[in-house]
């Protein structure tokens, strides 16, 4: 029995929290809302709802090349030959997207995530896609820790890229519970012992319809553009309290 018995891609609403533990307390909360998008579905989407599109401009749209595409593949291609690669036998499998689309022609995703699913809707691998201000990008892959119970995913992996100018060397811990009516995802970050930063998304699905699209289009119009400023407002803050900054080492993305 498949996992969701209805369209599988979702608006997701809820809150997101930063707290930072060193050297400094520093904590914050803000509202958001993300898309849910089957990789396979988006055609459909696109013809479902009104205010979104892939090919044209529109209040919202999703563009493959914001996020990994490699030799200009498809991103759903992309991601199935990374795992493949990987060894993974990916028959039956479904990837859902938890990003941000663009919203009146802007996007910036911090992280986003692909939730590879088995054919019988089992939670097997995740993929997080970062995003530096810089226009640099990483994937890491999430292997899940096989000791933990069904109903929660735990995994590592070591930092390789420049995001915050606080941060140093560090290793992220992921902790998600993927339910069908909600997305719990938590990121610690670690430099060394000591952990520098936890993050956590508390996320409700529910179903996309124009409806829903419209409700928080009027709650949060600037959802992506509100992302950039804050991260910038926040730097600005952390920095007045004095927090060593790192400058950017460039990068080939």
């Known amino acids: 029995m498949e996992r969701f018995d209805h369209a599988r891609s979702f608006v997701l609403t809820g809150i997101i929290r930063h707290l930072r533990s060193r050297k400094i307390d520093y904590e914050f909360t803000h509202r958001v809302w993300y898309l849910e998008l089957d990789l396979d579905e988006i055609p459909l989407v696109t013809q479902k709802i009104y205010f979104f599109s892939d090919k044209r401009p529109n209040v919202l749209r999703f563009k493959s090349s914001d996020h990994f595409t490699p030799n200009a593949q498809s991103l759903a291609t992309a991601l199935r030959t990374r795992l493949e690669e990987r060894g993974w036998d990916i028959t039956g499998w479904r990837i859902a997207l ?40 990483e994937l890491y892959d999430f292997d899940r820790d096989a000791s933990m119970p069904d109903s929660e995913y735990r995994s590592k992996a070591e930092k390789r890229m420049y995001v915050s100018p606080f941060i140093g060397a560090a290793r992220y811990e992921l902790n998600m519970f993927d339910e069908p009516s909600q997305l719990r995802i938590s990121i610690s970050e670690w ?15 529910d179903a996309l319809t124009n409806k829903r699209i419209l409700k928080v289009l009027v709650r949060e119009p600037f959802v992506t553009l509100k992302t950039i400023i804050l991260i910038g407002w926040h730097a600005w803050r ?15 993305r």
């Open 98 to 137: 938890v990003t941000y689309p663009r919203v009146f022609g802007f996007v910036f995703n911090p992280v986003s995530f692909y939730l590879c699913r088995d054919s019988e809707g089992e939670l097997r691998h995740v993929i997080a896609e970062v995003n530096n201000t810089h226009g640099e990008r």
């Open 191 to 205: 430099e060394g012992e000591e952990r520098t930063l936890f993050a956590h998304m508390d996320l409700m699905r």
């Open 238 to 252: 952390l920095r007045r309290h004095g927090l060593k900054w790192e400058r950017h080492v460039s990068r080939k």
